[in-house]
């Protein structure tokens, strides 16, 4: 069973940066995929960006395309979501998942952890 734990969220004005970490245990790290996903008040979960181990394989949403970064550290069982030029439409929960691979779906999901940009 992996437990995943978010943390790094938090109030920031438009155009600023937050960097998200998520801390896994509980299971090798190396035998999943990560991902960001994130949920506005009244929204659907939304995709933003998935990497396999080596990151050979890496996927973002349009929305986020450009500004957003997911990186891993595979020896410290951490994945990261770097976030740049945020703007108010960023403001969400964001949650860490993981699974078997980044063409699968994602199994095991953390608390989330707010981010909330303002205008």
């Known amino acids: 069973q992996v437990q995943l734990v978010e943390s790094g969220g938090g109030l920031v004005q438009a155009g600023g940066s937050l960097r998200l970490s998520c801390a896994a245990s509980?299971?090798?790290?190396?035998?999943?995929?990560m991902a960001w996903f994130r949920q506005a008040p009244g929204k659907d979960r939304e995709f933003i960006a998935r990497?396999?181990?080596?990151?050979?394989?890496?996927y973002y949403a349009d929305s986020v395309k450009g500004r957003f970064t997911i990186s891993r550290d595979n020896a410290g069982n951490t994945v990261y979501l770097q976030m740049n030029s945020l703007k108010p439409e960023d403001t969400a929960v964001y949650y860490c998942?993981?699974?078997?691979?980044?063409?699968?779906?994602?199994?095991?999901w953390g608390q989330g952890t707010q981010v909330t940009v303002s205008s």
């Open positions: 509980g299971g090798t790290f190396g035998d999943y995929a």
């Open positions: 990497r396999n181990w080596s990151g050979t394989r890496t």
């Open positions: 998942a993981a699974g078997p691979s980044v063409s699968q779906k994602f199994v095991y």
